[in-house]
């Protein structure tokens, strides 16, 4: 059998392997800026988590 | 540093920040050795060049299976020990699932044309793995389906332990049905039949391919910590406006 015989199908199994391995890597990434951005938004309008003023009040009486 | 330490979300955050660069780097490199030695492997005397879509087609089934296996673990964790970060390691591994069991299941059919003569057959093996593929789907829709993200939890942890049964029926299809599917080749008793000069890549994609996953399970654990965050947040804002 010559070395180029189904080189169509490898192709295209090596060009499915690439979209679906690019395509994971840039769902998280781009879901991990989107998520981050959303989280900065909502800090910047003052709310903040109980256990996040926890933490600030915490640190602001540590270093009081 | 104890594992369970890592069930406080803030802890696992700073600890997957850390991880998923140094993971990230480590997948580059073992990934693009193996893709070389994988290139470089010779054609099966049966199979000629297209055994080279077993280094993709093998790590996507041996993935797909394995982040079902982990999802039933997490069910465990969500239905009996309330772990806080079971459910979060739930959703965020069942569209990577998705996506090594599609791999799969594309890179089959394009193996299946050239040497069976068909891109599909109703084959146990590939019927099963054809399941595993919808079932990933319903938990992915049953996440999105149920707003409650307790009672979604609960729901998909069901559905998970349920979906479970399909994991031996894949694995021992191809010796309790008589399937067109070839047989255990890598693991199984009596040793690989593989010839090294084809094992030793496909172990490397193997690695490769786990190590990527573990890699965006961690990013998207991460991800899904954080839109939890935004939620909250959002509550707190309309309870406050309210």
């Known amino acids: 059998m010559p070395a180029t015989a189904h080189i169509e199908f490898i192709i295209a199994a090596y060009g499915a392997g690439v979209v679906v391995i690019v395509a994971l890597i840039a769902w998280v990434m781009f879901d991990y800026r989107l998520q981050r951005r959303i989280l900065a938004e909502l800090e910047a309008t003052g709310v903040s988590r109980r256990s996040a003023r926890d933490a600030a009040e915490q640190t602001a009486s540590d270093g009081a | ?242």
């Open chain 2, 1 to 242: 540093m104890r594992i369970s330490e890592l069930a406080n979300p803030s802890r696992f955050l700073r600890t997957a920040n850390l991880a998923i660069p140094w993971l990230g780097g480590a997948t580059a490199i073992v990934l693009a050795f193996a893709i070389y030695r994988a290139m470089l492997a010779p054609d099966d005397y049966q199979q000629g060049a297209t055994v080279k879509i077993m280094f993709l087609h093998v790590p996507s089934a041996w993935l797909g299976m394995l982040c079902w296996g982990l999802m039933t673990i997490a069910a465990f964790g969500t239905l009996i020990w309330r772990h806080p970060l079971a459910d979060v390691a739930a959703k965020a591994a069942a569209p990577l699932g998705a996506a090594f069991t599609l791999l799969c299941l594309v890179t089959g059919s394009l193996w299946g044309r050239p040497e069976w003569g068909t891109y599909w057959v109703w084959d146990a093996r590939l019927t099963s793995e054809l399941i595993l593929f919808l079932l990933y789907l319903g938990v992915i829709a049953l996440w999105r389906t149920v707003e409650d993200a307790s009672r979604a939890a609960r729901a998909v942890a069901i559905l998970t332990l349920v979906g479970a049964i399909d994991l031996p029926i894949i694995k021992f299809s191809v010796d309790w049905w008589n399937t067109l599917h070839q047989g255990a080749s890598v693991f199984r008793l009596g040793g690989s039949t593989i010839d090294p000069t084809i094992l030793i890549p496909l172990l490397l994609m193997a690695a490769a391919f786990t190590l990527l996953f573990v890699t965006l399970l961690l990013a998207a654990m991460r991800n899904e910590i954080l839109r939890r965050r935004v939620r909250t947040l959002r509550l707190l804002q309309a309870s406050a406006a309210g």
